[in-house]
């Protein structure tokens, strides 16, 4: 978690646009859940996700991979028809 935190602060400064940015919310995001945080990852795993979109709309697979994560999330909180509704659309 402690790695997680530190890979987003070291790439927090930059633009929105900047892919080690976009790839460190993934990683921060991955290890609040695996920390049983899901709470905390929900938010992270969400924005990720928009900066995919619209960002690098054209890397389907990262999309998928970040859709994936935030439907598991949901699941992980007990929000199953929203994660339902994710998982159709991957």
């Keep these: 978690l402690a790695l997680g935190w530190a890979c987003l602060k070291t790439y927090l400064g930059r ?19 695996l920390s049983s945080q899901p709470e905390e990852a929900l938010p ?3 924005a990720n996700l928009t900066l995919l979109r619209r960002y690098w709309s054209h ?7 970040a859709q994936t994560n935030a439907a598991n999330c949901l699941a992980n909180l007990g929000r199953h028809d929203e ?7 991957i």
Excluded at 59 to 65: D, G
């Design 15 to 33: 633009p929105d646009r900047d892919c080690f940015r976009c790839n460190a919310m993934g990683i921060l995001g991955g290890a609040l859940r």
């Design 83 to 89: 994660a339902l509704v994710l998982r159709r659309a």
């Design 59 to 65: 890397n389907e697979s990262a999309i998928l991979i």
């Design 44 to 46: 992270v795993y969400e």
